[in-house]
């Protein structure tokens, strides 16, 4: 039990923990969940075949064994299930048991795997204490990731609803190519929702998407800053050169590696 208790221990330590170690790990598994999207986004339209089965077999035992470690260190396991990227990883990992039976017919789905990308604190903190471009731009490339995030995404369910469906959208591409010209409301008229589902879809698509995207215009344009917590009054964001508080005046020490 000492040492069932001792391996829980250390494999909590690489998901949360805070050594070089860890960090590593963590960063490891972002490496994965890049290549894995990327992966499911280039085979989303392809045929089955065998070399990509055994890809998928790989990809779901890792994933499988990502999500029992997670499920295995937490302290509330219905919390961890209510997670999105928890359900997403399920969905994705029942995609793939179903591939021998139904060949690619649910492959779009794995795209919505794009939703676990930045998705935990540890992670970020990681990027913010070793990557100084991520510090001073984090706001325009969380905003840039979010919106393509939800591009994937919404594009996934609209070939997974609706795909052959409705007039012109037949291929991954199609899909793509609509969601993108319904958030940019550009409206071509060449592929367009004739059915209740797919105009909520495309209400969807909007209002969130526009959100979105202003959202990324608004952290491109704004002034640039950086989040350091402020010791005294606690403010987190400041300008990249400040030296003091602007809220209260105490005094700064933000790390720059000299880029400053």
């Known amino acids: 039990m000492t040492e069932n208790r001792s391996l829980?221990?250390?494999v909590r330590l690489l998901y949360e923990g805070r050594s070089k170690r860890a960090t590593r790990f963590r960063y490891g598994l972002l490496i994965f969940d890049f290549v894995t999207i990327l992966f499911f986004l280039a085979t989303a339209s392809m045929a089955f075949a065998p070399w990509i089965l055994m890809a998928d077999i790989v990809i779901g035992l890792l994933i499988a064994l990502d999500l029992g470690a997670r499920f295995w260190i937490s302290k509330d396991r219905l919390?961890?299930?209510?997670?999105?990227y928890i359900l997403v990883d399920i969905v994705v990992l029942a995609s793939l048991v179903a591939a021998p039976f139904v060949g690619q017919g649910l492959a779009v789905l794995r795209v919505l795997r794009s939703l676990r990308l930045i998705h935990s604190y540890h992670l970020l903190r990681d990027l913010r204490r070793d990557v100084l471009f991520f510090r001073r731009h984090e706001d325009t490339i969380i905003a840039a990731m979010n919106l393509t995030v939800f591009i994937f995404a919404m594009t996934a369910l609209v070939f997974a609803l609706r795909g052959g469906d409705e007039p012109g959208l037949n291929?991954?591409?199609?899909a793509l190519y609509f969601t993108v010209a319904t958030l940019t409301t550009t409206g071509f008229g060449d592929i367009t929702m004739t059915t209740t589902l797919g105009r909520l879809l495309s209400v969807g698509i909007m209002v969130v998407g526009v959100g979105?995207?202003?959202?990324?215009?608004?952290?491109?344009?704004?002034p640039a800053k950086i989040k350091h917590k402020c010791p005294n009054c606690g403010l987190l964001k400041h300008d990249v050169d400040a030296i003091h508080c602007k809220h209260c005046g105490e005094e700064l020490n933000i790390e720059t590696e000299g880029a400053i």
């Open 8 to 10: 829980q221990d250390e």
């Open 171 to 174: 291929t991954y591409v199609d």
């Open 79 to 84: 919390r961890l299930l209510r997670r999105v």
């Open 212 to 222: 979105l995207f202003l959202q990324l215009v608004r952290a491109i344009f704004s």
